[in-house]
């Protein structure tokens, strides 16, 4: 078996595959029924788009480095990427994030509650849940 055929089979299944999660967060974004789920729709962009510099800032290395890890690595490797820009994305949430200036944007588009407002509102829901 040719190994170049199944370095390109599996390039292709990940574009495949990034092209599928652009297209489940912009559905995700735009079937959003409440604030909640706009603003983790919002979170989730915010982290694919980490994940794709991780990546890239990767294969860049792996140019200069000459080196090429196996199929086994690069899988372990996407699963703690993902983890390190989900978590990237949840330490630099603040009113300057960029999951943040979308949710503030769409919004103002579709008229609704602020950040704050969203807030109080799962604090409340936190306190009442706690309370039973």
């Known amino acids: ?19 599928q999660n652009t297209d489940k967060l912009r559905s995700d974004a735009k079937s959003a029924q409440t604030d909640e789920e706009m603003l983790n729709a919002c979170k989730e962009f915010e982290t694919y788009l ?8 990767k ?3 792996e140019v200069f480095s000459g080196e ?6 690069d899988y372990f490797m996407d699963s703690a990427i993902t983890d390190t820009a989900r978590k990237m994305t949840e330490q630099t949430m603040g009113s300057n994030s960029l999951a ?3 949710y503030e944007q ?4 579709a008229g609704g509650l602020t950040l704050e407002e969203i807030e109080a509102k799962q604090a ?3 306190a009442v849940e706690n309370k039973e």
């Open 1 to 19: 078996m040719d190994i170049t055929n199944i370095s390109a089979m599996n390039e292709y299944t990940r574009s495949l595959a990034s092209a």
């Open 50 to 57: 980490w994940e794709q510099v991780i990546k890239s800032m």
């Open 59 to 61: 294969k860049s290395s």
């Open 68 to 73: 090429k890890q196996d199929q086994t690595v």
């Open 100 to 102: 943040m200036q979308m």
């Open 106 to 109: 769409m919004k103002r588009n």
């Open 124 to 126: 409340a829901s936190g």
